[in-house]
């Protein structure tokens, strides 16, 4: 929800200038809907109108501790002149002079290839501005080719996954539709199929929390592959080390993009000697989520490190080193345990 201060203007009448109030605007969906106003007097008395019409507008008042709000049945015309009045005594004049904020826009949606699996489990919307919590479902989807919205492909999850700061939205494909071992999927079959062109459409209705909208639909086209039922592995991986005594990155391939998401706080570095000594420094995702680098904060002795792998790490159809999401996560795999999720290097 908005608020924008209104721009009371000199109010007089019989040559008497009355007291001015300080209304706000509480818009929307980037409309205006009502007005709040400092007011504690008889409801009954208050009425919205426009500047030159004594006929009220359509609308109800209700209170808020010491605020009054007005909610009209139509939201504010933009420019327009209005006026509250109190019996016929004039309150104020206001208009709505609108927004002159940036819209939110869309910076990134992952995965950032335009080729996926047919069994991709999850995408991401990176907005620059934090985003409204409701509505997501009604307002973001999956298009066909022919731009037909496909119903369900979309897991509706509620809450809707965003991070803290609502900036980042997490949408999950079906899963049920996913594994092939249960109902959904023997029903519905999955929700995208191979070899097919599909887009993510977000509507230009979907607002940011300050109320402004898109404005524009925006559409992510992507098409589909074979699906990818094979776990990452490790050993193909290729790990570039840096020189001794340099400030250059450490960078890692992975082969295959992987699931943004399941990148955050998954890796770490340490020495194999000097008692395990982990090394400070940032980790960056590499374009296409195919890699990632790693900056160290000083730069780098000669010796031998570790490259500290999560295992939970997932690729785009939700596998990670440990198991196929296909698989029984009940049944317990006593060999995984003894695995070392670690790569190592040198410099020199």
């Given at each position: 929800?908005?608020?924008?201060y209104l721009t009371p203007l000199l109010v007089l009448s019989c040559f008497v200038a009355t007291a001015q109030l300080s209304p706000e605007f509480i818009l929307e969906e980037g409309k205006a809907v009502a007005i709040q106003f400092p007011y504690t007097g008889d409801l009954k008395r208050l009425s919205v109108g426009l500047q030159n019409n004594p006929k009220p507008i359509f609308g109800h008042f209700l209170t808020e501790g010491d605020k009054t709000i007005f909610r009209a049945a139509i939201p504010f015309a933009e420019g327009q002149?209005?006026?509250?009045?109190?019996?016929?005594?004039?309150?104020?004049?206001?208009?709505?002079?609108?927004?002159?904020?940036?819209?939110?826009?869309?910076?990134?949606?992952?995965?950032?290839?335009?080729?996926?699996?047919?069994?991709?489990?999850?995408?991401?919307?990176?907005?620059?501005?934090?985003?409204?919590?409701?509505?997501?479902?009604?307002?973001?989807?999956?298009?066909?080719?022919?731009?037909?919205?496909?119903?369900?492909?979309?897991?509706?999850?509620?809450?809707?996954?965003?991070?803290?700061?609502?900036?980042?939205?997490?949408?999950?494909?079906?899963?049920?539709?996913?594994?092939?071992?249960?109902?959904?999927?023997?029903?519905?079959?999955?929700?995208?199929?191979?070899?097919?062109?599909?887009?993510?459409?977000?509507?230009?209705?979907?607002?940011?929390?300050?109320?402004?909208?898109?404005?524009?639909?925006?559409?992510?086209?992507?098409?589909?592959?074979?699906?990818?039922?094979?776990?990452?592995?490790?050993?193909?991986?290729?790990?570039?080390?840096?020189?001794?005594?340099?400030?250059?990155?450490?960078?890692?391939?992975?082969?295959?993009?992987?699931?943004?998401?399941?990148?955050?706080?998954?890796?770490?570095?340490?020495?194999?000697?000097?008692?395990?000594?982990?090394?400070?420094?940032?980790?960056?995702?590499?374009?296409?989520?195919?890699?990632?680098?790693?900056?160290?904060?000083?730069?780098?002795?000669?010796?031998?490190?570790?490259?500290?792998?999560?295992?939970?790490?997932?690729?785009?159809?939700?596998?990670?080193?440990?198991?196929?999401?296909?698989?029984?996560?009940?049944?317990?795999?006593?060999?995984?345990?003894?695995?070392?999720?670690?790569?190592?290097?040198?410099?020199?």
């Open positions: 929800m908005k608020k924008y002149e209005y006026v509250i009045r109190e019996g016929e005594k004039l309150l104020a004049n206001f208009r709505f002079e609108g927004s002159n904020e940036p819209p939110p826009m869309v910076l990134a949606v992952y995965p950032s290839s335009n080729i996926v699996p047919a069994n991709q489990l999850k995408m991401y919307v990176k907005f620059d501005q934090p985003m409204r919590a409701d509505g997501v479902y009604e307002h973001i989807y999956v298009a066909d080719e022919n731009g037909r919205r496909l119903p369900g492909a979309i897991l509706p999850l509620q809450p809707a996954l965003w991070n803290a700061d609502n900036t980042i939205l997490t949408l999950w494909f079906d899963p049920g539709k996913i594994k092939r071992d249960l109902q959904p999927n023997q029903m519905h079959g999955t929700p995208l199929q191979p070899g097919k062109r599909y887009s993510l459409v977000i509507e230009g209705v979907f607002s940011s929390q300050k109320g402004d909208q898109l404005g524009q639909r925006f559409s992510r086209p992507f098409s589909t592959g074979d699906d990818d039922r094979e776990k990452p592995d490790l050993e193909t991986w290729k790990l570039v080390a840096p020189s001794a005594g340099s400030n250059n990155a450490l960078t890692v391939q992975f082969g295959e993009p992987m699931d943004f998401g399941s990148l955050d706080g998954k890796f770490g570095i340490k020495r194999e000697s000097a008692n395990g000594q982990v090394i400070d420094g940032v980790f960056e995702i590499i374009a296409g989520e195919a890699g990632l680098t790693f900056k160290s904060a000083k730069p780098w002795l000669a010796g031998s490190y570790v490259l500290v792998v999560d295992p939970t790490i997932e690729d785009l159809a939700g596998n990670n080193l440990q198991r196929l999401f296909d698989e029984d996560t009940t049944v317990e795999n006593p060999e995984l345990a003894k695995q070392d999720w670690q790569l190592r290097f040198t410099t020199r």
